[in-house]
């Protein structure tokens, strides 16, 4: 069944004209290792004090993300946008079915599972960051730092059930989809790509992020609040003396 | 009729009662005063605090770039401000800010987060009781 050479795919009808054809725009792609990114880093400096910039500028940043991916969702290429992946529970219901079956259906965009992955670590990012702002501002009680921390952990849930599930299905697919979220492009039908890249909106919304780190970094008591970096390109430094 | 409403009232004053008392239970097995906080760490530890090693430790580094003090001020009867968000830290003193070391649950986390960025590791109930009986010496 894996063997696309071998046997028609259940759904899509790939053929001989199916060609790797570009699904991911370039903003989408860029959010989504952002929001990896800035999640796992969040993640490792939850518990610290001397991390507690990067940590909040981590979260900032992922909100203001979010916010993008909002935008996105109603204004982006075909398969960015929510209209076209966004299904109820029959469809996720139908598609994990398929997938338990080991013949899941094919989409060329999100699946439903998937879908249903992004719309829940959309909400819970916002769940995460006000929450997070609130505590740092001091703004309520103990209640909201529990629930900081109770959505961080449903969406570092949310996290590994998606990554099992991206690969589950590449494997079912004999798919990689890893690639597909870094290359944007996967194999289908030419009539059924995407047509531009958007470069420049990736362009834009990447200088937003560093221009927002560096503001933080300015801010920062000591030029470079960011702790523990300081300590480490202190050491170096000593160390280069050391050499010299 | 009338018996009805009356039971159906009372029922629910029973039940707001009993959820108003669970709250109350909560609140106060985790409130404390800092003497008590205190007492229990030494129990704790079995032997009792000492003010001056409670100082030494408050102010000194711990092989690490932090001491307590780095942020908490050298003598935390006045605000403090953190080192990596620049954020005003209010004052750690119970004499000066009451609300410190009144909750044993809160007293906890921020020992536990604290000597994990000082000292890399959490800290004995020694070392706690010792910084809370020097915290417990300063007045405004």
Redesign the interface.
């Known amino acids: 069944m894996n063997m696309a050479s071998a046997s028609p795919d259940n759904k899509s009808g790939q053929s001989a004209e199916t060609r790797k054809i570009l699904v991911w725009d370039i903003p989408i792609r860029v959010f989504h290792w952002l929001m990896a990114g800035c999640f796992a880093g969040a993640w490792l400096t939850a518990?610290?004090?001397?991390?507690?910039?990067?940590h909040?500028t981590l979260g900032y940043t992922m909100c203001g993300l979010v916010a993008f991916r909002i935008v996105w969702g109603i204004l982006g290429t075909r398969y960015a946008r929510f209209s076209t992946f966004v299904r109820g529970p029959k469809a996720v219901a139908r598609y994990v079915g398929s997938m338990l079956r080991g013949q899941p259906e094919h989409h060329i965009g999100h699946n439903p599972a998937g879908a249903l992955a992004i719309v829940a670590l959309l909400g819970l990012t916002l769940v995460v960051t006000g929450s997070g702002w609130a505590n740092y501002n001091d703004i309520a009680g103990?209640w909201l730092e529990k629930t900081h921390a109770a959505a961080a952990n449903v969406m570092l849930a949310v996290v590994i059930v998606h990554i099992l599930g991206v690969l589950v299905s590449s494997w079912l697919h004999a798919e990689n989809l890893v690639g597909a979220m870094i290359k944007g492009r996967k194999p289908g039908r030419p009539e059924d790509g995407i047509r531009s890249a958007w470069r420049s909106v990736a362009v834009l919304m990447l200088a937003a992020v560093v221009g927002f780190w560096w503001l933080q970094w300015q801010?920062?008591?000591?030029g470079d609040?960011?702790?523990?970096f300081?300590?480490i390109s202190m050491k170096f430094r000593d160390d280069d003396r050391d050499e010299d | 009729m009338h018996t009805l409403s009356l039971s159906r009232f009372s029922r629910r004053s029973f039940a707001a009662a009993v959820g108003l008392s669970a709250l109350t239970l909560a609140n106060i097995s985790q409130a404390a005063t800092p003497a008590e906080l205190m007492a229990g760490y030494t129990a704790q530890s079995g032997s009792p605090a000492v003010v001056a090693r409670g100082q030494q430790f408050f102010t000194t580094r711990h092989g690490?770039?932090?001491s307590c003090s780095t942020?908490h001020g050298a003598v935390p009867t006045q605000a403090g401000?953190?080192?990596?968000?620049?954020k005003s830290i209010q004052a750690l003193a119970p004499a000066v800010n009451l609300e410190r070391f009144t909750d044993s649950?809160?007293t906890e986390k921020w020992f536990r987060?604290?000597c994990?960025?000082v000292l890399g590791r959490e800290c004995s109930a020694a070392e706690k009781a010792d910084v809370l009986a020097w915290l417990l010496t300063l007045k405004p």
């Not at chain 2, 401000?81 to 620049?86: D, I, L, Y």
């Open positions: 518990e610290s004090e001397s991390l507690r910039l990067l909040v103990k801010d920062a008591p000591t609040g960011f702790g523990d300081q300590t | 690490r770039e932090w942020c401000k953190h080192a990596s968000t620049g649950a809160k987060r604290n994990n960025d």
